[in-house]
């Protein structure tokens, strides 16, 4: 389809309006601009890199079939980003891995391991780069179990209300609490021990 | 302190409480060490973790990342073009539409009259056409002599514009 925008200098919403009319060029160059970002939430979400691909690619064929419906109620990335959490969702709930699930939901039903934790400081900042601490981070992220990750992901780095995360998640605002409080207490504890396994091996 | 007034020292910080509930849980934690302590530790970890995600790399090429993408477009297509929005004439257009069958139908009638109560009887019916992809259904009677055309709206524009929903 013809289109004379010039699209590295075009804005979203012009690349979005070209694209909804049927311009493939215009899309593509959406594309180039946000699909690190949403490869990185489909990542975040299921830390696989083959499975982050499959799905920031779905979530990108997804976008192009509704692009006419995207009003611009809100920014492009957002839309996408939205798009990519729906398909990772869908992906884990069908992944479900029974054996930590089942411990983890056992940990919530019997009050939780993460209330006997001892209260810890983290503090993984002292003395620290931010790709290290960013390292660290990401390390502690993938030893959480995809519910608690994914409580943790939508609050912390989406940062949506309880209210919608559980409507995303379909359970209770309650269960979000809990899981949410669960991440966090097992984040500190993680980071910190992260911290002394440092510690240990530069001695 | 129970699990309950736990949750509700995350909820503080999260700003997810009333303006009367903050007030109670700010006091709790200015009075309770324990309180103090747990709001800390999620106060700390929230902040660490707020701007330090990990930024992904994709692993492959930007061109061959997007060849994908465009061959998946190409071949979600054969199956189902693309969706566009229904002008709402368009809307308007099927039940018309579903008239002017219904009337070209009573005037096409053979053989007796439809009777005057309009009580047909259904059963004696039998479909004689169903076209999904027009959304009309036909059906004769012969015993009443009448043809029925329904015409149905088929607006393909699915109402999930918010990929949220």
Redesign the interface.
């Known amino acids: 389809m013809p289109s004379k925008i010039q699209y590295s200098t075009a804005g979203d919403e012009e690349l979005v309006k070209a694209a909804q009319k049927?311009d493939?060029a215009a899309f593509?160059e959406l594309?180039?601009r946000h699909?690190?970002k949403i490869?990185?939430r489909a990542?975040?979400m299921v830390r696989n890199?083959e499975d982050?691909?499959d799905l920031s690619?779905?979530a990108?064929?997804?976008g192009?079939?509704?692009l006419?419906?995207?009003?611009g109620d809100s920014s492009f990335a957002t839309?996408m980003t939205?798009?990519v959490i729906?398909l990772c969702l869908d992906q884990l709930r069908k992944q479900k891995r029974i054996k930590s699930e089942s411990i983890d939901q056992m940990d919530e039903e019997t009050?939780?391991v993460e209330?006997q934790l001892p209260?810890?400081?983290?503090?993984?900042?002292e003395g620290l780069e931010?790709g290290e601490?960013?390292?660290r981070?990401?390390k502690a992220l993938s030893q959480l179990s995809y519910e608690h990750r994914t409580v943790?992901v939508l609050?912390?780095?989406e940062e949506l209300?309880?209210k919608?995360i559980a409507k995303?998640m379909g359970c209770s605002i309650?269960t979000v609490?809990?899981r949410?409080?669960y991440a966090?207490?097992k984040?500190?504890a993680l980071?910190a021990g992260l911290k002394r396994e440092e510690l240990q091996t530069e001695k | 302190m129970n699990t309950a007034t736990q949750l509700k020292v995350q909820a503080y910080l999260d700003n997810e409480l009333s303006p009367a509930e903050a007030r109670q849980v700010a006091s709790l934690i200015s009075s309770d060490s324990e309180a103090r302590l747990v709001y800390s530790e999620l106060k700390d970890t929230k902040e660490i973790l707020a701007g330090n995600e990990s930024p992904a790399t994709l692993p492959d090429s930007p061109d061959f990342y997007w060849s994908q993408i465009q061959r998946r477009i190409a071949a979600e297509e054969k199956i189902a073009p693309r969706t566009t929005p229904t002008p709402w004439w368009m809307k308007l257009l099927a039940p018309a539409a579903g008239a002017i069958a219904l009337f070209a139908a009573l005037l096409s009638i053979q053989g007796p009259s439809v009777r005057p109560t309009g009580s047909s009887d259904i059963s004696a019916m039998h479909e004689i056409e169903n076209n999904p992809q027009m959304s009309t259904i036909t059906f004769r009677s012969e015993s009443e002599g009448v043809t029925v055309v329904w015409v149905s709206a088929n607006d393909t524009a699915a109402s999930d514009a918010d990929p949220f929903e």
């Open positions: 049927g493939m593509e594309v180039a699909r690190d490869y990185a990542f975040s890199e982050a691909v690619q779905e990108w064929v997804k192009w079939q509704r006419v419906q995207f009003q839309w939205r798009i729906n009050g939780g209330r209260i810890v400081n983290p503090n993984p900042t931010r601490l960013r390292q981070i990401d943790l609050h912390e780095f209300e309880y919608l995303k309650g609490m809990s949410l409080f966090r207490r984040m500190a980071l």
